[in-house]
């Protein structure tokens, strides 16, 4: 008991030691042992340990203040890793990040909507496969990986459900990902880490209470409540397309009634009906298209709902919640001057309150660094401990 107590102990003051040189690299020992309140002697000892691990760095002589010059120390981001894995729409995206949870390798692969689990799980090891060797990164020093999804995990048994994009099936992806990569992986909804990233790295720094909005084949939400991220009971809150918005007979593929009429794939099942989608280029936005044809009438009808209908849905959440501020995010990102006017007035005319309206200028990268900052939340104590 007493030898767990003092590991405890000096896990705590590394921790501290690693915090401190985070915050304000370049001290001395004698630097930390003042902001750290530790002993001289126990930072001696905790910083030879990092040293030796890799942890923290000696980088010179800082200047001298009449005696010996200090020797400045800072912490080593790159000592381990961990990869964060974001499938968005039809895309996959891949990313290694260092130990402050900043991008150091990014890249995407595409796939075709519904495909089945299987071929998913496939591409994501090829990737992770390629990411480590174009960085020549040993999977050694690889913490683990994040991987975002759409849909509702259940956090009983890791399967996802109402997925707009894949057929999971009954696939335990936690499970079974871990088995092929041998490494430990967390699973989260995709909206949940760009809404921890946008608080991280984006625009909801320093805001307590906010939505994070996103609009794609699916649609979804993400809650932070007085400072702390919100999952709620079954770990599916902000899950927004599951609104009665829209007709309520034309529900398909586990989405609910709001993304089945408003995301992308309804709103492109519309226009492919009334003939009006044959002029679309692969790979574009579905908004700047209806914007572009906004002469049409047709095309003008269709694009009125659509923006009337997604502020429909930011009321009602307005309503519930008073926020600071609503980020949009995916489609919501391309609305022009004449879509966002409109979107706004929507809502002002409705709201007991008006929060501020930002829109995300990290795109797809929220998702990263939400996946980043989870992981390296999630992974910490396997990156930093050391005990006898």
Known sequence: MRKSTLNLVKMMNRELVVKELQKNPNQSRADLAKKTKLSKPTISEIVRELIDENIVLETGYGPSTGGKKPISLVYNANFRYVIGILIENDTIF?????MNGEIIKIFHEKFKPLTQAEVILQLIVDGVGRLIKVEKIPMEKILGVVLGVSGITMDDNEIVQSSPTINWGTMNIKKELSRRLDKEVVIENDVNLMTIGEHYKGQAKNIKDFVYFFIGNGIGSGLFLDGSFYKGYHSASGEVGFMMIGEEDIIENDLG???????????????????????????????????????????????????????????????????QAIILAGELEQMDQSSFKQYVKRIEKFVPKMPEIRVTKLGSKAGIYGAFHLGLEHFHMKGFKHVD
């Not at 891949?94 to 260092?98: E, S």
């Open 94 to 98: 891949f990313a290694l990040g260092d």
């Open 257 to 323: 009634v709001f993304e089945t009429n408003y995301g992308l794939f309804g709103i492109s099942q519309r226009l492919s009906e009334k003939n009006h989608f044959n002029k679309i280029e692969d790979g574009s936005s579905l908004l700047l298209f209806l914007q572009k044809q906004r002469d049409n009438p047709k095309i003008k009808k269709i694009l009125d709902e659509v923006i009337d209908n997604w502020a429909k849905a930011t009321i009602n959440m307005v309503s519930i919640i008073d926020p």
